[in-house]
């Protein structure tokens, strides 16, 4: 039992560049998010999705595109990466929204934009 | 902004001490997570209080919450080194509202 995975782990990126991560979890979970986490800002969401072919805009969505075609996977696209977007990104998800959250969290994706 | 804000921002204890750690924050919640972070990899959920809850005890964890003065406190008692960690509050508004995450207390425990 995978819990939720993330790929890749590491990537490194060029200003104007595109890419894609991916993030799949086996726990069957309507809810699924993607956070960034820098250097004294915690955690912030960038966009969430409530169930397949949903998704909605977080806290920081701007520059980032979602897809969740498949309940498993939800996808995080970087259509032209900037610096600012150095960060390590978390992918989680929940059984659902109501009552009780418990987040289940990747093991984070560190992209670096140069 | 963060609905959660964590004091103290590091915290550096002997192993076998006791270790704190405050949350404060903003408006009216449903339930208030603590998580951890090791260096490095994902978070992990380690324990939820509701809001009409004042303790809640897990193994060496304990959790207070004062929803009249919008705060919660982590204890971690007879620390040791393995609780190294990264520590998080988040808060929870109930449906149609995402958990918010503070920026967390980095613990460090010396053996």
């Known amino acids: 039992n995978a819990g939720v995975t993330q790929t890749p782990k590491f990537r490194v990126l060029k200003t104007g560049q595109s890419m894609t991560l991916l993030c799949a979890q086996d726990m069957n979970h309507e809810y699924m998010y993607w956070y960034r986490q820098d250097p004294g800002m915690g955690l912030r969401l960038i966009h969430y999705?409530?169930?397949?072919?949903?998704?909605a805009k977080g806290e920081v969505p701007d520059g980032y595109n979602v897809s969740r075609l498949k309940k498993q996977n939800f996808l995080l696209g970087l259509e032209s990466a900037a610096p600012s977007q150095t960060s390590v990104y978390f992918c989680?998800?929940?059984?659902?929204?109501?009552?009780?959250?418990?987040?289940?969290f990747g093991e984070g994706s560190r992209l670096t934009v140069l | 902004s963060q609905q959660g804000e964590e004091d103290p921002q590091a915290l550096s204890i002997q192993e076998g001490e006791n270790a704190t750690m405050n949350c404060s924050y903003k408006?009216?919640?449903?339930?208030l997570q603590w998580y951890r972070q090791n260096s490095g990899r994902g978070l992990v959920h380690l324990i939820l209080i509701r809001s009409n809850e004042r303790e809640k005890h897990s193994g060496r964890l304990r959790v207070t919450l004062d929803t009249s003065k919008k705060s919660s406190s982590l204890l971690i008692t007879a620390s040791r080194a393995a609780d190294t960690a990264s520590y998080f509050c988040?808060?929870?508004?109930?449906?149609?509202?995402?958990?918010?995450f503070g920026g967390g207390t980095r613990l460090m425990v010396k053996p």
């Open positions: 999705s409530v169930g397949e072919g949903t998704t």
């Open positions: 988040a808060t929870d508004r109930g449906a149609g509202n995402m958990l918010t």
């Open positions: 989680a998800s929940s059984r659902d929204g109501s009552g009780i959250r418990e987040l289940f």
């Open positions: 408006t009216s919640i449903n339930n």
